[in-house]
Nanobody, 124 residues
């Protein structure tokens, strides 16, 4: 069992930056591939980024790779999402998720545990 708690969301002006954190409780955090997803009002939850168990490889949604960076610190049981040059269309609730088995995935169905989400609002 893994519990995930996101933090770091808030209101920021377009062009600004935010760093989201996701703290995991439970054992064997390094055994989980981790992902970030987001959901805007009226839209489906979409993939943002994922990272391997060791943190040696990341993958991003095509439109976000040049502005977002995901990392993890297994000693702190935490994953991060650095978001730069934010745009109003980045406004959404951001969720972190953990997957115990398989390769890192862009699909929500691949993840076993989810956090409660943190709101990111980008004003124009």
């Amino acid at each position: 069992q893994v519990q995930l708690i996101e933090s770091g969301g808030g209101l920021v002006q377009a062009g600004g930056s935010l760093r989201l954190s996701c703290a995991a409780s439970g054992r064997s955090f390094s055994a989980y591939n981790m992902g970030w997803f987001r959901q805007a009002p009226g839209k489906e939850r979409e993939f943002v980024a994922h990272i391997t168990r060791s943190g040696d490889s990341t993958n991003y949604a095509d439109s976000l790779e040049d502005r977002f960076a995901m990392s993890r610190d297994n000693a702190k049981n935490t994953v991060y999402l650095q978001m730069n040059s934010l745009k109003p269309e980045d406004t959404a609730v951001y969720y972190c998720a953990a997957a115990r088995y398989g390769a890192p995935s862009i699909y929500t169905r691949s993840y076993d545990y989810w956090g409660q989400g943190t709101q990111v609002t980008v004003s124009s």
